[in-house]
Every structure is written in structure tokens, then in C-alpha cells.
């Protein structure tokens, strides 16, 4: 049965690839680059870490370390995040149509983009801004062709997004 699911995954893979083949060019984009293409997309202020509640703090911290994007396996002590708040207004109202704060223990309603640095991680309260980030951060030449688990993730994320999951 394990064998019949690993088939599927990757078959379901390749589907993916095929789909969006044309879409894919390898090479990773700089968190200065992401910073601006958020800054695109929607207003945003840089703001502090200590805005984040302490159990997101830490859960984004565990993800950081343990996470795909850490390839150098870096320590919680040797990650360094910048935080962004995107500001409700006419140019974010497609992300807050799909934010629920309730999910995210944030009293308020705002939506956080935490970048960190040395990994080129993302990390947000929105799945439509994740995904979009994640995908303009694009994926390596070395991922790509050796279809590391950064690839497949990647292909995961343009498939999630063509079709409006988020």
C-alpha cells in the first residue's frame, strides 16, 4: 500500500511539472527582491518581532530551523527574522478576504510577512500571500534538477495556487 501512495505522489509530481513546466525558471530570488515584491503587491511597514505573539514567535522559530530552506542548518541563535505588517487598505483587500484571525490567535486583524534572512524563509498568517512569495522566491538550479523536496514543494505551491487553494 506505502509503494501504491509514493507512485501516486510522484506521478501526481510529474503531472505537475508538465503543467507548469513553462513556468519554471530556476533561479532564487534575494529577500531584498521578495521585500520589494511584496512592497508591489500591497503596502507594508517593517515592524518588530515583538508584535508577533510568543507562541507564533516560537512556532515560526521551529519551522526556521527545521524547515526545507534550512540548508545550513542554522541554530534558532543564528537566524535573524524582519517582520512586515501589510496594511488594510484597497491594495490588500484580496488578503484579507481569506485571513481569519481567530486561526491565528492575533487579537487583532492584521496580516504579518516574516522573512528570515540567512534561509531566505517566508513565513505569514495569509496562505495566498505564502504562496505567491514562495513562488516569485523561485527555486534552484541544483533543486530543479536533482527534483529535491524544495522542488516538489515548489511545484506543490504553483499547483495549490492555479487552482485558487489558499
Known amino acids: 500500500m506505502e509503494f501504491s501512495i509514493t507512485y501516486n505522489l510522484e506521478n501526481h509530481s510529474d503531472y505537475v511539472l508538465k503543467k507548469n513546466e513553462h513556468k519554471i525558471t530556476p533561479g532564487e530570488k534575494s529577500v531584498e527582491e521578495l521585500i520589494d515584491f511584496l512592497n508591489g503587491k500591497v503596502d507594508i511597514v517593517e515592524t518588530e518581532i515583538t508584535e508577533l505573539t510568543k507562541s507564533i514567535f516560537k512556532h515560526i522559530i521551529h519551522n526556521a530551523i527545521h524547515g526545507n530552506q534550512n540548508q545550513k542548518n542554522l541554530t534558532a541563535n543564528e537566524l535573524n527574522f524582519i ?3 501589510v496594511l488594510k487598505n484597497n ?4 488578503y484579507y478576504q481569506y ?8 487579537e487583532d ?7 528570515e534572512k540567512r534561509t531566505r524563509g ?3 498568517n495569509n496562505n ?3 504562496l505567491e512569495l514562495s513562488i516569485e522566491r523561485g527555486v534552484s538550479q541544483y533543486d530543479y534538477d536533482n527534483d529535491t523536496n524544495v522542488f516538489k514543494g515548489y511545484l506543490f505551491y ?3 495556487y492555479s487552482k485558487g487553494e489558499y
Request: proline share 3%; aromatic share 22%.
Open 109 to 115: 486583524a492584521t496580516i504579518y510577512v516574516v522573512f
Open 99 to 106: 485571513y481569519i484571525p481567530k486561526v491565528d490567535h492575533y
Open 122 to 124: 517566508i513565513y505569514t
Open 158 to 160: 504553483l499547483d495549490s
Open 83 to 85: 517582520v512586515y505588517k
Open 128 to 130: 495566498k500571500l505564502f
Open 91 to 94: 491594495r490588500s483587500n484580496s
